[in-house]
């Protein structure tokens, strides 16, 4: 029996970081034994709103696969290919657009809540918001659509983003025959991460994020300014853990000894300062074999470089076939 698809994809705008890790990449790494897995380097949709920024997308594509390589995504088990590599997906998104309205794409609530978080963190304006920004959720449809991905693993943020593939999908069979597979989610235990500064979600955009890359130091600095329960003034204050952002590192990354740090929190026998050294140590413990696999990679960028070319090729047979039938079912196959 053909093993079923996974279509997972991330966008070159920097490092992994802690809530990729635990919000979706612990997933790719279990999900790739059992599927045919494709992991999608998004450059397409990072430049919808990195457009003016070319430098950083095209820098974050190479720093993103040694990541997804230092994690244990394994390039036998699972195909790591550039968006941009395979125009057939551009044909299908041409394609959607013509599925889907723009109010619909308006009310997506992924696409209202990045829009406020541009406004609030960058001070931009509705006004600034682009036609390829605003159509992006129609881009992952052709994403998801073009492999044939049967699960897609995202975290939470992205859950409205398949509702509007599935969406696309349905009234693309409806109009023109069964053509696409119908997608369904995939979640993690945890399927959102917290940031540094408690907002409900580590981002990469955000700057509230422990990037897997970063350097002992900046982990340091970043555990130091963590946000803990605003309540706990002097040492020997009684806390609670549930709204501090150092416990909910603590449980996150596994510390053998959470049960004493919970203890200690709540009876105040635990000061904030030697909580966050605690913390910073056992996230040192825990980034350090990730960050001895990125060096190898780093001293071996051929590799790195040959896995991208394998998975490009790899990626664009899938497409070719899936744009063939898409543009059969479409009756503009003219000279088949
Ligand atoms: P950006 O701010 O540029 O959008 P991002 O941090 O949101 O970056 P993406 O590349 O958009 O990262 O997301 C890649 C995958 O990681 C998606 O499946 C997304 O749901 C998941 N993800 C990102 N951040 C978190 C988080 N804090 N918790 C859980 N999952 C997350
Ligand atoms: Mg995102």
């Known amino acids: 029996m053909k093993k079923q698809t996974i279509l997972t994809g991330i966008r070159p705008t920097g490092h992994l970081h802690l809530g990729h890790y635990f919000g979706a990449g612990k997933n790719w790494i279990k999900l790739q034994d059992k599927f045919?897995?494709?992991i999608e380097i998004a450059d397409v949709q990072a430049l919808t709103d990195n457009f003016n920024n070319p430098d950083k997308v095209r820098k974050s594509v190479k720093e993103l696969v040694i990541d997804l390589l230092s994690i244990g995504i394994d390039p036998n088990k699972a195909t790591i290919f550039i968006q941009s590599t395979?125009?057939?997906i551009a044909e299908l998104t041409v394609f959607y657009s013509n599925l889907v309205t723009i109010a619909r794409l308006e009310r997506n609530p992924t696409v209202k809540n990045e829009i406020k978080q541009k406004k609030e963190l960058f001070g931009q304006s509705g006004e600034s918001i682009t036609y390829g920004f605003l159509g992006y959720p129609v881009s992952q449809a052709a994403d998801i659509t073009a492999f044939k991905g049967n699960l897609v693993p995202v975290g939470e943020d992205q859950l409205p983003l398949i509702e509007q593939c599935r969406e696309i999908?349905?009234?693309f069979?409806?109009?023109y025959g069964n053509t696409l597979i119908t997608p369904e989610p995939y979640l993690s235990e945890?399927?959102?991460i917290k940031g540094?500064?408690?907002?409900?979600?580590?981002g990469k955009s955000l700057g509230n994020a422990i990037f897997l890359a970063d350097e002992p130091d900046v982990v340091r600095k970043k555990i130091m300014?963590?946000?803990t329960d605003p309540n706990k003034i002097k040492v020997d204050d009684k806390a609670n853990p549930d709204v501090c952002m150092v416990y909910y590192y603590h449980k996150l990354i596994g510390n053998p000894n959470l049960k004493t740090v919970c203890e200690e929190c709540k009876a105040g026998k635990r000061g904030c300062v030697a909580c966050k050294k605690e913390l910073v140590n056992k996230m040192l413990e825990f980034l350090k074999p990730i960050a001895e696999k990125r060096k190898y990679y780093e001293n071996n960028l051929q590799i790195v470089e040959n896995i991208l070319k394998e998975g490009n090729n790899k990626?664009?047979?899938v497409a070719q076939e899936t744009i063939k039938e898409v543009k059969t079912s479409m009756k503009i196959n003219y000279f088949d």
């Open 86 to 88: 395979i125009p057939e």
């Open 196 to 202: 540094l500064d408690g907002n409900e979600k580590m």
């Open 225 to 227: 300014s963590a946000v």
């Open 190 to 192: 945890i399927p959102r």
């Open 173 to 175: 069979n409806s109009i």
């Open 36 to 38: 045919d897995t494709y």
């Open 169 to 171: 999908v349905h009234k």
């Open 315 to 317: 990626a664009k047979k």
